[in-house]
């Protein structure tokens, strides 16, 4: 994806607004948002040459509108359109709000578009990709892009999605605190999507973590009192504030122990131990303050040897019972290596042969930990055999450098 210019920004600040007006007064949320596309595909024909107007989102509520109206016309009579138009259409539409006031509707439409594109009955990847239209404004091309898909097959996933979710009433669902990890999960997916790339030649894909962080911004705002939602926030940037240290010149994979401390973005550190902090001061901490915590404890160290893992080892004994998964204990291995040795990290990753089998991550740190043990033969063999289970190059790469250099 392309870097954004100001117009674009502006117009993904806007796009959930739009369609969200759209959806709550006409329905028909797959042809909403096609009609909200053509009127961002308009704004930004037209805009950089004519202006920004003096109500952007006015404006783009009357175009499209506009296409919208056009594109029920052909499916009914034109009178029996014309007249339910007019009769949702609310009068203020199309006008700027009085100076000092705003319409309220429209930032609780973001979250019910959120709602929406995590629909229970939709996939983990039909949820980020219609997310990512209907929420974040991207285009098809530009989320297939980031996905490293066909163009082609990303739309027949959104177009599945919208099928999916057709008739599905628009608004915030009944219960909608139970929906909210599965949006949350979603943003989290998303962001970690962009931060290490599963695929491809880049280990990062900073426009989709951006885009991550942007609309995490957006719920936090809209529910700034939820304790994880602000836990999410915080995790993201102090996870993504160690971006620009991450990889080497040629896009070599650069290591947490490794890196330069001093490219960390200390603003995006000091924002996201704020957020966490105030987060936990409310009470009981769940999975994403747990998790940012951890964070925090590695970006406020000066150093790797300045770290305090036994600090974090203590949160990951929380996290784990509150999130048995895998991921998670695996991540606590590493801190029980650290803390309490190489062997007691390996006995840690034996229980979790089974579940993480498959998983270059697991040989990774088996890797590491025989290499600090000096048992080089065995850390050799799972490093490579680490690599060839990894479909990112940076990773294959980075693994096989370090299975090189304890080659006889």
Known sequence: MHR?????????????????????????????????????????????????????????????SRRLTDALRSEEARRLREEKAAALTPR?????????LARAPQDDDTLSLLFLCCHPDLTPPAQIALTLRAVGGLTTAEIARA????????AQRISRAKQRVRGVRF?????????????????????NEGYTATSGA?????????????????????????????GL?????????????????????????????????RAAVQEGVALVTEALARGR???????????????????????DWREILGLYDILVRQVPGPVERLNRTVA?????????????????????????????????????????TAARAAYESAAGKTLSLPEQRYLLARAARLKP
């Open 202 to 230: 880049a280990l990062q894909r900073s426009e989709l973590a951006g885009e991550a962080i942007r609309l995490t911004r957006t719920v936090h705002r809209l529910l700034p009192e939820d304790r994880e939602v602000t």
């Open 4 to 64: 954004t210019t100001g117009t674009e920004d502006l117009l993904r600040r806007h796009a959930p607004q739009v369609l969200g007006a759209l959806v709550r007064r006409y329905g028909h949320f797959d042809a909403a948002e096609d009609a909200v596309q053509e009127a961002l595909l308009a704004a930004a024909g037209q805009w950089p040459a004519a202006g920004v107007p003096d109500n952007p989102r006015g404006w783009l509520i009357k175009v499209a």
């Open 147 to 154: 996905h490293l898909v066909p163009e082609a097959t990303m």
């Open 92 to 100: 203020d539409a199309f006008t700027a709000p009085e100076p000092g």
């Open 336 to 376: 029980v290596a650290m803390v309490h040795g190489p062997r007691a990290g390996l006995a840690e990753l034996d229980l979790l042969e089974d579940e993480l089998a498959g998983s270059h991550r697991l040989d990774a740190v088996r890797g590491h930990l025989l290499e600090r043990l000096g048992e080089t």
């Open 285 to 307: 901490a769940g999975p994403y303050q747990l998790r940012a915590a951890i964070a925090a404890v590695h970006d406020e160290a000066s150093s790797p040897e300045a770290t």
């Open 233 to 265: 926030l915080a995790l993201m940037l102090l996870t993504d504030a160690r971006r620009a240290a991450r990889t080497g010149p040629h896009g070599e994979l650069i290591p947490l122990d490794e890196q330069d401390r001093g490219r960390w973005d």
């Open 171 to 191: 608004g915030r669902p009944d219960h909608w605190e139970d929906r909210l990890p599965a949006v949350l999960g979603t943003l989290y997916l998303i962001f």
